[in-house]
């Protein structure tokens, strides 16, 4: 499936909700994200796996409401100057409440402030997770087949 690939023209995005919990999850936090993967109905991952993912740069942050992470994205760190906000996942009951846009400036906003140049991506046909990353800042610049 094709997908858009954006890049990043502003900083000068929109501010959030300040009463959610974000947070970057620790090495030892495994758990927490397969709970995660759990309620997005996705299967769970190794410990092992887990470690390879940290241990190889791809930090994950977390948005949790109640306690539970409901939404998580990530930096994939592709290159020594870019890096982009990856996997992006908010859980079916969570959805269209604003917590895809916050966990994604959330991670932004680390990408930024390492002086990187963050990317996006989704698929061709996801036109909400579309209109987050333009309300972010980023513009399109090419379908990526």
Known sequence: MAEVLYKYLSSDSKGGNSLLCIRWLEKNE???????????GQTAIPATLWDEIYDEGT???GLFVNGKMVARACVEKYSDD???VGD??????YRN???AHEICAYVL??????MKKPTMRTEESNVI???????????SCGIIP
Do not use: K, S
């Open 30 to 40: 495994c758990n927490i994200f397969n709970e995660h993967l759990d309620l997005c």
């Open 97 to 99: 409440q604003g917590y």
């Open 82 to 84: 870019c890096w982009e």
């Open 88 to 93: 992006v996942r908010v859980a079916v009951p």
């Open 129 to 139: 997770m579309q209109h987050v990353i333009e309300d972010l800042g980023f513009t």
């Open 59 to 61: 930090i994950y942050a």
């Open 109 to 114: 906003n680390y990408i930024v402030l390492q």
